[in-house]
């Protein structure tokens, strides 16, 4: 008899803990959980992105004159490789020509012959200046060979011709007295300018034609002995300083 009262009351206690509403309730996160969910959900706050913009901000400053600059350095090292080109070319011929350098030519570029862009080019596998396409007299054509062409140069034909290179007319003489020089004749071949960044079109002209500005305040020069050097300094030179450059050949 105490046995089964005792069961029974044991069944009654389950029954009632059951029903109780305590353990009929669902769980609930704590305080901490409820804050963190709601920290989760609210994302950036308006300070935290206007941090974030102005680092991106900073570091835009810092990081484009970089870029700018690295992309003006590559620009002027491809010029001075095809400036390079140019002098091979030139001691090509001379080799060729018993020690005599390619005459310049017409400065309007209509020469065929005995000029520096009819006479050189062969010497470097490519057409001469009068075979090359349409682009010399039309400033919409697409570029010829890249050896005619200085990248940081955006100048395009004015509808009669277009030289990025022009030649020093001093070196062969002008006007009367025009000649053609050997190689060898020439003194300080090393400071002498054979080529150079044309600030105009012609393909024959002087140092007034000099492009100063075009590699960052500098202009890229071919020396006679096919040396080529970034010009910052005067257009002109003399003899018995040797950072300077010359334009007459002695």
């Excluded at 804050?35 to 991106?56: D, S």
């Excluded at 350095?73 to 140019?86: E, F, H, I």
């Excluded at 006679?224 to 300094?233: A, E």
Aim: with cysteine; charged share 20%.
């Amino acid at each position: 008899m105490l046995e089964r009262f005792r069961v029974g009351r044991t069944k009654a206690g389950l029954d009632d803990m059951n029903s109780s509403p305590i353990h009929n309730t669902p769980c609930l996160p704590d305080r901490t959980a409820r804050e963190t969910n709601r920290a989760t959900c609210a994302g950036f706050t308006l300070i935290e992105l206007l941090t974030v913009l102005a680092v991106v901000s900073v570091l835009m400053a810092i990081l484009l004159p970089a870029i700018g600059k690295a992309r003006s350095t590559a620009k002027s090292s491809t010029c001075m490789a095809r400036l390079r080109q140019w002098g091979l070319g030139t001691h090509l011929y001379a080799m060729d020509a018993s020690g005599c350098l390619p005459g310049d030519g017409a400065p309007n570029g209509w020469s065929t012959a005995n000029a520096w862009y009819a006479d050189l080019p062969p010497m470097l596998g490519m057409p001469p200046y009068h075979a090359e396409g349409a682009w010399r007299t039309n400033a919409m054509a697409p570029l010829g060979h890249p050896l005619w062409f200085c990248p940081s140069n955006p100048r395009r034909s004015n509808g009669h011709l277009l030289f990025h290179y022009a030649l020093n007319r001093f070196v062969n003489g002008s006007g009367r007295d025009s000649r053609r020089r050997r190689l060898e004749d020439v003194g300080e071949p090393s400071r002498v300018v054979w080529l150079f960044d044309n600030g105009q079109r012609a393909a024959v002209a002087g140092p007034g034609n000099l492009h100063r500005t075009l590699h960052r305040g500098a202009a890229n020069l071919l020396m006679l002995d096919g040396g080529v050097r970034r010009h910052t300094g005067s257009a002109t030179g003399a003899l018995g300083h040797p950072d300077t450059v010359l334009w007459e050949a002695p």
